[in-house]
Protein backbone atom coordinates (compact mmCIF):
# COMPACT_ATOMS: atom_id res chain seq x y z
CA UNK A 1 0.00 0.00 0.00
CA UNK A 2 1.23 3.56 -0.65
CA UNK A 3 0.00 6.47 1.41
CA UNK A 4 0.16 10.06 -0.24
CA UNK A 5 1.51 12.80 2.60
CA UNK A 6 -0.43 16.04 1.44
CA UNK A 7 0.62 18.73 3.44
CA UNK A 8 -1.95 22.21 2.65
CA UNK A 9 -3.21 20.63 -0.02
CA UNK A 10 0.54 19.99 -2.15
CA UNK A 11 2.06 16.61 -2.48
CA UNK A 12 4.71 15.76 -0.63
CA UNK A 13 6.00 12.38 -0.52
CA UNK A 14 4.79 8.74 -1.06
CA UNK A 15 5.23 6.41 1.87
CA UNK A 16 5.44 2.48 1.53
CA UNK A 17 3.43 0.85 4.10
CA UNK A 18 5.10 -2.91 4.64
CA UNK A 19 1.60 -5.07 4.25
CA UNK A 20 3.43 -8.20 5.30
CA UNK A 21 4.88 -7.31 8.72
CA UNK A 22 2.00 -4.92 9.52
CA UNK A 23 -1.44 -6.25 8.66
CA UNK A 24 -3.42 -5.34 10.94
CA UNK A 25 -2.09 -1.27 10.54
CA UNK A 26 -2.72 -1.70 6.65
CA UNK A 27 -6.55 -3.24 6.97
CA UNK A 28 -7.42 -0.08 9.29
CA UNK A 29 -5.73 2.56 6.84
CA UNK A 30 -7.97 1.01 4.33
CA UNK A 31 -10.96 1.30 6.31
CA UNK A 32 -10.54 4.82 7.31
CA UNK A 33 -8.39 6.99 5.00
CA UNK A 34 -8.05 9.51 3.84
CA UNK A 35 -8.31 11.50 6.96
CA UNK A 36 -6.57 15.17 7.50
CA UNK A 37 -5.56 16.16 10.91
CA UNK A 38 -3.19 18.64 11.95
CA UNK A 39 0.86 18.32 11.38
CA UNK A 40 2.89 18.31 14.53
CA UNK A 41 6.61 18.26 14.79
CA UNK A 42 8.64 15.90 17.53
CA UNK A 43 12.06 14.73 17.76
CA UNK A 44 12.33 11.07 18.51
CA UNK A 45 13.68 8.71 15.50
CA UNK A 46 15.54 11.65 13.85
CA UNK A 47 13.42 14.91 13.42
CA UNK A 48 9.79 13.77 12.79
CA UNK A 49 6.78 15.10 11.13
CA UNK A 50 3.46 13.50 12.47
CA UNK A 51 0.08 13.13 12.87
CA UNK A 52 -2.13 12.19 15.74
CA UNK A 53 -4.72 9.85 14.35
CA UNK A 54 -8.40 9.55 15.79
CA UNK A 55 -8.22 6.09 15.63
CA UNK A 56 -6.29 3.33 17.65
CA UNK A 57 -4.21 0.61 16.04
CA UNK A 58 -2.32 -2.49 18.35
CA UNK A 59 1.30 -1.12 17.12
CA UNK A 60 2.62 -4.09 14.97
CA UNK A 61 6.51 -4.91 13.56
CA UNK A 62 8.16 -3.22 17.11
CA UNK A 63 11.35 -2.18 17.31
CA UNK A 64 13.19 0.27 20.19
CA UNK A 65 14.35 3.40 18.59
CA UNK A 66 18.06 2.95 19.18
CA UNK A 67 17.76 -0.25 17.01
CA UNK A 68 15.35 1.22 14.54
CA UNK A 69 17.77 4.01 14.05
CA UNK A 70 20.97 1.09 13.81
CA UNK A 71 19.09 -0.87 11.00
CA UNK A 72 18.04 1.84 8.84
CA UNK A 73 21.10 3.22 8.54
CA UNK A 74 22.75 -0.62 8.06
CA UNK A 75 19.58 -0.80 5.48
CA UNK A 76 19.65 2.88 4.21
CA UNK A 77 22.36 5.12 5.04
CA UNK A 78 20.49 7.30 7.23
CA UNK A 79 17.34 7.45 9.39
CA UNK A 80 15.62 10.02 7.14
CA UNK A 81 12.22 8.07 5.63
CA UNK A 82 11.61 6.14 8.68
CA UNK A 83 7.66 5.61 8.99
CA UNK A 84 6.62 4.54 12.61
CA UNK A 85 3.50 4.38 14.08
CA UNK A 86 3.47 5.00 18.27
CA UNK A 87 0.11 3.60 19.72
CA UNK A 88 -0.28 4.64 23.22
CA UNK A 89 -0.93 8.54 21.66
CA UNK A 90 -1.56 7.36 17.94
CA UNK A 91 0.75 9.42 16.57
CA UNK A 92 1.93 8.41 12.64
CA UNK A 93 5.47 9.81 12.36
CA UNK A 94 7.63 10.41 9.23
CA UNK A 95 11.35 11.23 10.28
CA UNK A 96 12.86 13.66 7.62
CA UNK A 97 16.35 13.55 8.61
CA UNK A 98 19.17 11.96 10.75
CA UNK A 99 18.74 13.69 13.69
CA UNK A 100 18.81 11.36 16.38
CA UNK A 101 17.47 11.95 19.72
CA UNK A 102 17.88 8.17 21.22
CA UNK A 103 15.26 7.12 24.13
CA UNK A 104 14.28 3.89 25.18
CA UNK A 105 10.67 3.90 23.41
CA UNK A 106 9.58 0.92 20.83
CA UNK A 107 7.54 2.32 17.88
CA UNK A 108 6.00 -0.18 15.35
CA UNK A 109 8.15 0.40 12.12
CA UNK A 110 5.32 0.65 9.55
CA UNK A 111 6.74 1.74 6.23
CA UNK A 112 9.21 4.11 4.14
CA UNK A 113 8.94 6.91 2.30
CA UNK A 114 9.52 5.68 -1.03
CA UNK A 115 9.79 9.58 -2.66
CA UNK A 116 9.60 13.49 -1.84
CA UNK A 117 12.18 13.00 0.94
CA UNK A 118 13.54 16.53 0.04
CA UNK A 119 10.52 17.93 -0.69
CA UNK A 120 9.63 16.32 3.39
CA UNK A 121 12.58 18.01 4.94
CA UNK A 122 11.64 21.50 3.61
CA UNK A 123 7.98 21.21 5.01
CA UNK A 124 9.35 19.43 8.73
CA UNK A 125 11.99 22.79 9.06
CA UNK A 126 9.07 24.93 8.44
CA UNK A 127 6.64 22.84 10.68
CA UNK A 128 9.65 23.00 13.36
CA UNK A 129 9.15 26.61 13.55
CA UNK A 130 5.61 27.69 12.88
CA UNK A 131 2.93 24.57 13.29
CA UNK A 132 0.21 25.96 11.76
CA UNK A 133 -0.23 23.21 8.84
CA UNK A 134 -2.48 20.15 8.10
CA UNK A 135 -1.80 16.72 6.53
CA UNK A 136 -3.76 14.47 4.62
CA UNK A 137 -3.24 10.80 4.40
CA UNK A 138 -4.56 9.43 1.34
CA UNK A 139 -4.35 5.86 -0.19
CA UNK A 140 -2.85 6.08 -3.60
CA UNK A 141 -4.82 4.72 -6.38
CA UNK A 142 -2.23 2.45 -7.38
CA UNK A 143 -4.74 0.72 -10.76
Known amino acids: MIIDFVVDEK ?3 GIRIFEDMVPNTTEEFRRRLPIRTK ?22 NLIMT ?5 LRRK ?25 LAVEPLANGYIGEVIDGLTELALV ?17 DES
Not at 54 to 59: A, G, Q, S, T
Not at 91 to 97: P, R
Not at 124 to 131: A, F, L, V, Y
Open 66 to 70: EDLAE
Open 11 to 13: YVC
Open 124 to 140: GEETWRKQDKFVELRIR
Open 75 to 99: DKGTVAGTVVFYSPRQVFGVTYSDD
Open 39 to 60: LQHATLVGDQLFAVLPFVIPME
